[in-house]
Each structure stands twice: as structure tokens, then as C-alpha cells.
């Protein structure tokens, strides 16, 4: 079965206090991990796409890398405006386009 | 482009009430989904379109919910009758196989039914 987990469920952090987000996938055959922010009160909002091991893309202060287990989303020099549930959704083979998405990881970064 | 519209952003229901919630998806994409997010459940997939023909409902979760997509710009998700536990945010989300099939999602729906 599909499945996606990310961890930890919640982090806390203090400004300028780097950290990384996990993503753990088991899919039959990968193609696309994605990641997405997501802000109270307001839709998923897209991030980065990666599609191979060993891919990264970055972004201000993400930047997220991919093995053929795992995903992580890394957060250099957070800011409070990071603050936000980043969820973590794969695309598995099969011809569907439809995607699977992990519970999210809730970051709050303190000033 | 003014991105994926819902209407409306919030919905309070009794329950056994009819609910239609409404999307306009991104201008050009050609995927068009339905998800529901909940505290317990996370965000789960629904349904979605291709080219306004269904193609996978395998996660409507019982006869009472229905939806359609008559044309490109325009799709609906149909509670008949609502119960509490439909209580939950409705995302409507649209991609573009030419894009690489990334999703740009709705504000969302909240629906309470009481």
C-alpha cells in the first residue's frame, strides 16, 4: 500500500535555529515527490516538485532533497513568516494522476 | 490568473440538508480534484477529472456524495443529505499534465453541518 510519513508532527523553533522536515514514502513506483506549505485558514500551497534520488530545489530559505526512501525539507535561518504546516505528497506509478499526502509537519518558529 | 475560486468559504448546515459546493479550476489546466481535510484524516482525495470525465471516485466516501463537471471552468461536489461527520474543509485543486502535474489548490470550504 501507498503510504507517506512525515515527522516529527510538530516543531518548534527559534529564529535563525536551522532544522530539517522528514519525509518517509513507500510507493510502487515514484513519479514525483512534492511539497506544499500550507498557512491556517487557507489551501496547500506548492513548493517544489522532484522526481529522482539525489535531486534538490531551493527556494529563499528551503531547500528540499530526495532519496529513493526519503524525502527532507531543510529550513536555513528560519524567520516567524515560516511558521505554517509543510506537507509532503507522493504520486505514485500506475497511470493515475493523483497524489498521496503524508499528515504534515506543524513548524512554528519563535522570534 | 486569479487561481482555483470556491464558493462558497464557509457553509453551516443541518443536518439532512442538501450542500453544493462549487469550483472554478485555473484557466487551461486539465485535471481537476476534489479533497477533504480533517483533523484525524489529514487531506484526503475524493475524486478527480480529466478533461471533465471522471476518472477515479474511489474515495467518495458513500452514495451520498456526488460530483460533476459539465464543462472546463466549472465543477460541483454534491452532499445529498449532509450528516454531521461531512463536517470538514473542502479543497478543490487543478493541475496541467504540460506543468508537470503539480496541484494549485482552492482557498477551501468549511463546512459544519449541525
Not at chain 2, 462558497?8 to 479550476?25: A, N, S
Request: proline share 7%; aromatic share 10%; charged share 25%.
Amino acid at each position: 500500500e501507498d503510504q507517506v510519513t512525515q515527522s516529527p508532527e510538530a516543531l518548534r523553533l527559534q529564529e535563525g535555529e536551522s532544522s530539517s522536515l522528514n519525509c518517509s514514502y513507500t510507493v510502487s513506483g515514484l513519479r514525483g515527490l512534492f511539497w506544499y506549505r500550507q498557512d491556517p485558514g487557507k489551501g496547500p500551497e506548492f513548493l517544489f516538485t522532484l522526481y529522482s534520488a539525489g535531486e534538490e530545489k531551493e527556494k529563499e530559505r528551503l531547500k528540499a532533497t530526495l532519496t529513493k526512501k526519503e524525502s527532507f525539507l531543510h529550513i536555513t535561518a528560519p524567520k516567524p513568516e515560516d511558521s505554517a504546516t509543510y506537507l509532503c505528497a507522493v504520486r505514485p506509478g500506475g497511470g493515475y494522476n493523483k497524489l498521496i499526502f503524508g499528515a504534515g509537519t506543524r513548524l512554528a518558529v519563535h522570534p | 490568473d486569479a487561481g482555483v475560486i470556491q464558493s462558497p468559504r464557509h457553509e453551516v448546515t443541518e443536518m439532512g440538508q442538501e450542500v453544493t459546493l462549487r469550483c472554478k479550476p485555473i484557466s487551461g489546466h486539465d485535471y481537476l480534484f476534489w479533497y477533504r481535510q480533517t483533523m484525524m484524516r489529514g487531506l484526503e482525495l475524493l475524486i478527480y477529472f480529466n478533461n471533465n470525465v471522471p476518472i477515479d471516485d474511489s474515495g467518495m466516501p458513500e452514495d451520498r456524495f456526488s460530483a460533476k463537471m459539465p464543462n472546463a471552468s466549472f465543477s460541483t461536489l454534491k452532499i445529498q443529505p449532509s450528516e454531521p461527520r461531512d463536517s470538514a474543509v473542502y479543497f478543490c485543486a487543478s493541475s496541467e499534465r504540460a506543468g508537470g502535474y503539480e496541484q494549485y489548490f482552492g482557498p477551501g470550504t468549511r463546512l459544519t453541518v449541525t
